[in-house]
């Protein structure tokens, strides 16, 4: 079991990033694939989260409105779609694979930093 992310970087406020997920050695269609993200000195957070069978999301109140999850299944990947960035949004994002949208997250990937400057 294998994910991998890419697309993080430096931004300016109010910039987009879109980061992506790429996910190996299980069958995709049977998981949800989550966002997170871990701040300097902050608990990891939950952002976002997708059923890579029905579709449903799950945006954090913090995000919503700015961050947008989907996948391409042909792909076996999902991506994290980051408008409006703020400074606030600074973190290592990870994303992770569970049985179920709200289920337990135990596949993680390595995490790639996102830095939004003020």
């Known amino acids: 079991v294998q994910l991998v992310e890419s697309g993080g970087g430096l931004v300016q406020a109010g910039g987009s990033l879109r980061l992506s997920c790429a996910a190996s050695g299980f069958t995709f269609d049977d998981v949800a694939i989550g966002w997170f993200r871990q701040a300097p000195g902050k608990e990891r957070e939950g952002v976002s989260s997708?059923?890579?069978?029905?579709?449903?999301?799950y945006h954090a109140n913090s995000v919503a409105g700015r961050f947008t999850i989907s996948s391409d299944n042909a792909k076996n990947t999902v991506y994290l779609q980051m408008n409006d960035l703020k400074p606030e949004d600074t973190a290592v994002y990870y994303c992770a694979s569970s049985p179920h949208l709200f289920g337990d997250y135990d596949n993680w990937g390595q995490g790639t930093q996102v830095t939004v400057s003020s």
């Open positions: 997708i059923s890579i069978s029905d579709g449903s999301t």
